[in-house]
Structure formats: C-alpha cells, structure tokens
Nanobody
Framework: QAQLVESGGGLVQPGGSLRLSCAAS????????MGWYRQAPGKQRELVAV???????NYADSVKGRFTISRDNAKNTVYLQMSSLKPEDTAVYYC?????????WGQGTQVTVSS
C-alpha cells in the first residue's frame, strides 16, 4: 500500500548542488515524520536529516549548514537540498517515513560527487 519514490540523484562536481525529492503515496503523509538516510560503500546506513510533521528539522553534524530538508504536504513530497557537495557525500540516499510503529523506506537514489 505505502510507497516512497526518490528522484533527483546523479553525478555532480565537488562544490556543486543537487536536490532530491521523495514522493509518498498510500499513507496519511502529513502525520509522518520524514527523513533522509544514506549509505556509502563499506559504511553503515546513517541519518542525514529528519523533518517532523510540524516541520521542525534536525541534521547530522556532517551536513549541517550545507543541506536543507523541507516538505510540501499538499504534494505529499519531502525534499533534500544539497549544496557545497563533497566527495564524502557520495552514497545511496534513502527516503524514510515514520509514524509510531509504522515505518516505510524508498528504494534509494545514487548520489556521486566526483571531478
């Protein structure tokens, strides 16, 4: 029933910008906290940013000041604006929806930062 679909990943040069989108369906979007996670080769999956149903946001220290998470409840979509990208940002980025015991994940989108 629930589905999360990420888009916007790709190849970008260091210092560049990229905007990821995650479109949700099959859930009451407005009540869910939405998050972005990432997993690099050989690394554990880590939280990048989360935004609550009230639109308050928290970020990993490694991306604070460079990334911005936002949501549009009318479009059932959460965004991750990434700026000043570094090679260490290279990873598969996953969208997450979380409400109480209900948790859903997207399929992931690849972000590669390289010259």
């Amino acid at each position: 029933q629930a589905q999360l679909v990420e888009s916007g990943g790709g190849l970008v040069q260091p210092g560049g910008s990229l905007r990821l989108s995650c479109a949700a369906s099959g859930i009451l979007f407005r009540i869910y906290a939405m998050g972005w996670y990432r997993q690099a080769p050989g690394k554990q999956r880590e939280l990048v940013a989360v935004i609550t149903s009230g639109s308050s946001a928290n970020y990993a220290d490694s991306v604070k000041g460079r990334f911005t998470i936002s949501r549009d409840n009318a479009k059932n979509t959460v965004y991750l604006q990434m700026s000043s990208l570094k090679p260490e940002d290279t990873a598969v980025y996953y969208c997450n929806a979380d409400w109480s015991t209900r948790v859903y994940w997207g399929q992931g989108t690849q972000v590669t930062v390289s010259s």
